[in-house]
Each structure stands twice: as C-alpha cells, then as structure tokens.
C-alpha cells in the first residue's frame, strides 16, 4: 500500500490530524468511562488502572527506542537532545505514574476497549514522533532550532510540572479515603483540570521544538481528546458538589474556558 517510509509517515501524520475534528465532536457527547466517569453497567470489561496505563502508554519507550536506531540522525546529539522532553514525559506516565496508582488502585476500574484504544494511538503517534526525530529532522541546518528548542522546552517543562502536580493532587485526595472532594489550591482555584491544561501546555512545547507537522498533529489531537474530557470533568464537579464547587473556576484555561 505505502511505497515508502515517506508515504508512510506523511499518512499517519494526515490521519492523525483528521482524526482530530470526529474525535472532538465525538467527545461532545461521549465522555470517556474511566476515574470519576467510570460505571461498571456501560463500561465493559475492565482491568487495574495501573495495568492500563503502563499497557496504553508503553510504544511511547520501546518503540520509540526501536524506531530511533533506524534514522540518519541516530548518531546526531542534538536528535537526542530534542527527543529528551517527550521520553521524560513517557517514563513518568508510563512507569512512575502507574507505580504511583498501584498504592491507591485496588479495583479493576477501566475500561479495557479505551485502555486498546490508546494503545494504537500510541503506537502511531510514537512511530511519527520518534521518526520525524531521528530521520527527518534536519537540526544542524535549522538557524532557528535553539531559539525554538529555548522557547518549546520552558513551555514543555512548565506544562510538565503542571501535570506532574495536579496529578499528585488528585492521587492525595484519593488516598484519604471517604470519596472525592474537591481539589484547591494553585491552579486548581482556577480551573478544574489542571492536570490536563499542563498536558496541552507540554505537546505545544513539543511542537515548537520540533516544528513539524508531526508535533503539531499531536497537540491538535491532545487538544481534541482532553479539552471535551476537561469540560466534562467540570460538569461532573458542579453537578456532584452544587452551590459547594467554586463558581469562578474553569474547566481547563483559566478565566476563559
């Protein structure tokens, strides 16, 4: 079907950024079953919250280490300067974060056809990551690389810190026991996931790095998947908690959306 490896990755690139627009209308009416949106009648078979994660997010490392050795730039440091930020994303969520929710997750809780889904995301989305970087970039001749590199990586590591904190968050309120509570304190006196505006904030750093149709196709199918799912989140808060959940705090960009 693909002639080449170009044809290949131009076709994954144009799937995934067309996927995008169904993926965000489809989330308009459709909240994904897992964590506080999980009810075992309409959910199908589940499996451990940190199985699913360490499974789902997994091609994001092996593949991307087995991709990487295939590209011209394999021997280049500055391919593996730029492919730093996303597998120190990739290692906390797929290896820190689940051992993480392995002390707090006793149930079998999620779903296991989302967990199958992201699964082949992330198998494609590593495959065109990890090969812009390692064959298709062209750093050494890129003017502007480090001033973007510069710009991207504070955005993406600003982002990360963001996600890496809100997710603590919302794992220490789980571990108190007594069902979920309402988060507060920083950003979340201002949004109600901000755990997921951290995420966007880091795949738009990751763009900027990168400048490549690649990194732009992920932050506009992050945009798609966790904008809709952090509304969602917030319709869950206010129905749950009433008059008691604050009414100036946004779903996801704080004071506007």
């Known amino acids: 079907m693909f002639s080449s490896d170009e044809n290949l990755f131009n076709f994954i690139v144009f799937f995934i950024l067309v996927m995008a627009f169904p993926t965000f209308i489809l989330c308009q009416f459709v909240t994904s079953s ?39 730039n394999y021997t280049n440091p500055l391919a593996f300067i730029l492919i730093s930020p996303y597998l120190f994303h990739y290692i906390n969520r797929t290896i820190i974060y689940p051992l993480h929710l392995r002390s707090r997750s006793t149930k079998n809780n999620f779903p296991l056809n989302i967990a199958v889904t992201a699964f082949i995301f992330n198998l494609l989305n590593a495959y065109i990551q990890s090969r812009w970087v390692s064959h298709y970039a062209n750093c050494e001749e890129d003017e502007s690389f480090w001033v973007r590199f510069g710009i991207g990586l504070g955005l993406f590591g600003s982002g990360m810190v963001v996600n890496i904190w809100g997710d603590g968050v919302l794992l220490g309120l789980k571990s108190q026991g007594g069902g979920y509570k309402i988060p507060r ?6 949004v109600s996931s901000p755990n997921y505006l951290g995420e966007i904030m880091e795949w738009l750093g990751w763009a900027l790095i990168t400048w490549s149709w690649a990194g732009l196709a992920f932050f506009v199918y992050t945009c798609a998947n966790l904008v809709p799912q952090a509304v969602s989140n917030h319709k869950w808060y206010v129905e749950k908690f009433g008059e008691d959940y604050p009414k100036n705090r946004k779903a996801v960009f704080p004071f506007l959306y």
Do not use: N, Q
């Not at 304190?185 to 201002?190: A, K, R, S």
């Open 34 to 72: 897992y964590g506080k949106h999980y009810t075992s009648t309409d959910s199908g078979t589940a499996i451990s919250p940190p199985i699913a994660w360490a499974f789902m997010e997994s091609p994001t490392l092996w593949l991307t280490f087995i991709v990487f050795r295939l590209g011209k």
């Open 185 to 190: 304190g920083g950003l979340f006196d201002y």
